[in-house]
């Protein structure tokens, strides 16, 4: 009998080695015998996961749904459900995982998975937490049912069951399902432990980051500086992000959208220098070339990223920034769409296409793509920014005026949204409204001006030059603002 036990023993160590060493073959074979030797749950759960790491993914389910525990062990449900995710059945996926009620901030109402038992012999204290991972590919599913608005709320209940599940916070940042403040108000919900305090750090930096920027510089110096307790102990193992890719990344992003984008270029290329495949830092270092008119470096980056990706929609994106770039804008609009049919929640893409319309004075085409961008990423202000400028070009200001709000209103700290409404305000006449929508925007200004900001200065100038007629102090306001506009000149 002992003997029998440690053959069996032996033989569960074999399947777990062949899984990590990526023999699902053996896995597969070995895990096959042990379950017909024992007929144990945890057995056949381990030949189910042998046979869906080596994708037999129909035959997993089968052997999970034949087994009368399916519906009783969430381990079980879960992977009976990432079966029919890989196999794209995702009515079916919904229907394995049982029904569930979330709120719109995320709260899970009413759901029976907290009354199904739950047994993992080899679970980890650190594991993540399995109600997490069942709202996650909760999210998932109706994300890829067009169901967006319920996919958020399922992401957010993920990532507020477990701070630990990433990938839940990263669907709603990077597709843009949430609002600045949304985003701000979600993390601050989140329940960290003591233990966790670098990573509620690492989050805030990952949101949007249109803080002041004290605050955002002070966010990066937190994680770079790493947390005192730890880094004063007698451990050799120092606790610091200084040199971490995705950190670097996140401050690169900070760069562009701050408007420096010679710091952000120079950051990026050292990073795909380290890392050359860190494809979120590619695509900020894409947006900072197009803005310094890099057309060489951009043909090879969109090179290197068609030979190595040439299934993702960021490679065929490459290209579109190369030929926008050069001014050859209809063959830049056809990669975008290429991009966009690749990967339909590619915002970028998006906009590149409507900036491409808009380049040629095509309104129509432009404000197409802008308003698809605007339905599918409601966390994104830029869509409706765009839109504005659109109405702004026709010189309807008003219609202008109000997607220039509705863009406030989704991000109210981006200073290029005030400079809109400024120049709306001037093209109405009303210099007065101008001259204050265009200081609101240089309060939001990082404080050492860049050339990006040089128009907002102009601006004011002439708004300024427009009310000296009737306000005299006017002038003296004037003479600081050409002061200013001197110094962001750059050196020849």
Request: some cysteine; glycine content about 4%; charged content about 25%.
């Amino acid at each position: 009998m002992m003997r029998q036990e440690a053959m069996v023993e032996k033989l569960r160590g074999a399947v777990r080695d062949c899984m990590s060493k990526h023999l699902y073959s053996s896995a597969i074979f070995f895990a096959d015998k042990v379950a017909a030797f024992t007929s144990d749950p945890a057995d056949i759960y381990m030949q189910a996961q042998a046979l869906f790491l080596g994708r037999h993914y129909r035959r997993a389910f089968h052997l999970l749904n034949a087994s009368h525990i399916v519906l009783r062990d969430l381990r079980f449900r879960y992977l009976a459900a990432k079966c029919l995710e890989e196999l794209k059945e995702w009515d079916q996926c919904l229907l394995m995982l049982g029904e569930a009620k979330v709120d719109e901030h995320g709260n899970v109402l009413d759901s029976k998975d907290c009354n199904a038992i739950y047994m993992d012999k080899d679970g980890e204290d650190c594991e993540i937490n399995i109600l997490s991972a069942i709202c996650f590919l909760r999210g998932k599913a109706y994300e890829a049912l067009e169901n967006r608005s319920q996919a958020h709320q399922w992401y957010k209940a993920a990532v507020k069951a477990d701070p630990l599940c990433y990938e839940a916070l990263e669907c709603l940042i990077d597709n843009h399902m949430l609002t600045y403040e949304e985003e701000k108000n979600l993390l601050s919900s989140l329940r960290f432990a003591p233990e966790d305090g670098w990573l509620s750090s690492f989050y805030s930096c990952f949101i949007k980051k249109y803080d002041k920027e004290n605050v955002v510089e002070a966010k990066f110096r937190e994680l770079e500086m790493g947390h005192r307790e730890l880094n004063t102990s007698r451990s050799s193992m120092t606790c610091t992000l200084k040199n971490n890719t995705d950190l670097l990344a996140c401050k690169a992003e900070y760069y562009h959208q701050s408007g420096e984008y010679q710091k952000c270029f120079d950051l990026t290329s050292e990073l795909l220098e380290r890392d050359p495949f860190h494809l979120k830092c590619t695509l900020v270092h894409l947006a900072a070339a197009m803005e310094l008119g890099h057309s060489n470096e951009l043909y090879l980056m969109a090179c290197n990223l068609v030979k190595d990706y040439p299934q993702k929609a960021l490679s065929w994106f490459a290209i579109g920034c190369y030929y926008y770039c050069i001014k050859k804008y209809d063959q830049s609009r056809r990669f975008f769409s290429k991009a966009t049919s690749l990967d339909g929640t590619f915002l970028h893409a998006w906009i590149g296409h409507g900036n491409a319309f808009a380049a040629q004075e095509e309104g129509d085409q432009a404000m197409s793509s802008f308003r698809t961008a605007a339905r599918l990423f409601p966390g994104c202000h830029l869509p409706t920014l765009y839109i504005g400028m659109e109405y702004m070009r026709t010189h309807s200001f008003k219609l202008a005026e109000q997607f220039f709000m509705q863009a406030k209103t989704i991000c109210p700290s981006d200073p290029l949204v005030y400079n809109e409404l400024g120049v709306v305000a001037y093209h109405m006449k009303e210099y007065k409204r101008a001259v204050w929508w265009f200081e609101k925007t240089l309060t939001f200004v990082p404080s050492s001006l860049s050339e990006m900001w040089e128009p907002t200065l102009v601006n004011l100038a002439h708004a300024l030059r427009k009310l000296s007629c009737w306000f005299p102090g006017s002038i003296k306001r004037l003479y600081h603002i050409m002061r200013k506009l001197l110094l962001c000149q750059p050196e020849v």
